[in-house]
């Protein structure tokens, strides 16, 4: 079956950085737009970036991070990943991996991974 197993959230400072990891089975990663969301405490989820289908390596980014955050893809090792710097506080969120045919649709989800940025 589909799964997206997101690992490397966690507590961090102001300032600081982490790298979150999806790792992906049961479909053809390869063949989907991959994107990372986030869902703060009452607020809706928004899309934080995306990476095309392929290797191209066209990416998109949410403005409120754009220069800090970084998306990427390892299709032989079925993996997203999110390079996160600079952290801000409005960064604490739990950000879940998505994979979908095209850019804004979504076909499968991952459970999220919580990041707290704090001081």
């Known amino acids: 079956q589909v799964q997206l197993v997101e690992s490397g959230g966690g507590l961090v400072q102001p300032g600081g950085s982490l790298r979150l990891s999806c790792a992906a089975s049961g479909f053809t990663f390869s063949h989907y737009v991959m994107t990372w969301y986030r869902q703060a405490p009452g607020k809706e989820r928004e899309l934080v970036a995306g990476i095309i289908a392929g290797g191209g390596g066209r990416t998109n980014y949410a403005d409120s991070v754009k220069g800090r955050f970084t998306i990427s893809r390892d299709n032989a090792k079925n993996t997203l990943y999110l390079q996160m710097n600079s952290l801000k506080l409005e960064d604490t969120a739990v950000y879940y991996c998505?994979?979908?045919?095209?850019?804004?649709?979504?076909?499968?989800w991952g459970q999220g991974t919580q990041v707290t940025v704090s001081s």
């Open positions: 998505a994979a979908g045919l095209s850019w804004y649709l979504v076909n499968y």
